[in-house]
């Protein structure tokens, strides 16, 4: 398999060559790639190879392999944006912090093309990526450091996703009123100490 | 606009008179005016006169007003099985008793078929279905309950609607491991608190 950079001059049948043909090949291969192997088990390379292009292309339209998995599932948000603040943020703030990050985001003008692209996924297969992400990216970044006693980690994050998740699926899905029209920091304030105590609260064991 | 029961032995064009066909046109009919009109807005007699049958039918195909939304909305579990004990819990143990009634019902068989409808509302206008019930009953119903201080009730019942609704999707729409394998009580003790801080702690203000 010969990874090779677009040439534009050329057209050879069946394959895409202009850039934009290319940016939507290597997304397609990247959300083939991602669904059927997960996150962690899919790298940059092997996506590259699938889309005929070289790595460098890849990182060089769409950055790291978090930025190129949110393009490939729609997220018009850079995951960077959000999780780099978030391992600068001790972890007994994290539950105010998170939905101080992420409201904000959702109410934008960015956060309407993903909810569309999420009630499409929700309906057909793509729900495979969006879980993908939660469990792999989120739940492993996030679960490391709130993993106490060891072994909780994950169970915390996703306490915490199942609470944001119904954020977003009461403000901006079912639009309830008055839930969509509280503002921000009333939702933050709200959620945040629920938040803090699925993070860092003593929990019930699962036995 | 004549009332009738359907004949069977009768078949004019065009309108359906067996049992199952009059259910189906009922059941369209009272999705039809629930999604313009509202649950309160709507009354039995009104969905019995666009089907062209009588309410009595109406009630006996389907019981109460809520419980022919619920096979409207294609929602497996009769309101009344949920709303009922309900009304008998004290309400500082509303947080704790909400998802032990809820968690069964929707991990057993019955509720995957409301999560396939769910997936299919959620991608299309029934989401407006969801909305109107989510708001017209579980908020009308529950809200009156814990409107202290006076106006909060609403907001108080959706921050704990956003919670279950985060529940269903992570447990059986994205089916998040490992929060699809956690047995019901782990479940049910961890966002317990938080449910009943929702319904009567001390929550922010919106100013």
Known sequence: MTATQPRPGRKPRGRPTGTSDTKETILTCARDLFARNGFTNTSVRAIASAANVDPALVHHYFGTKQQLFAAAVHIPVDPAMVLGPLRDTPIDQLGHTLPSLLLPLWDSELGAGFMAALRSMLAGDEVNLMRIFLE????????????????????????VASQLIGVVMARYILELEPFKSLPVHQIVETIGPNLQ??????????N
Do not use: K
């Open 197 to 206: 105590r699925y993070l860092t609260g003593e929990l019930p064991a699962s």
């Open 136 to 159: 792999d990216v989120i739940t492993t970044e996030v679960g490391a450091r709130v993993d106490n006693p060891p072994g909780t980690g994950r169970t915390r994050v996703q306490f």
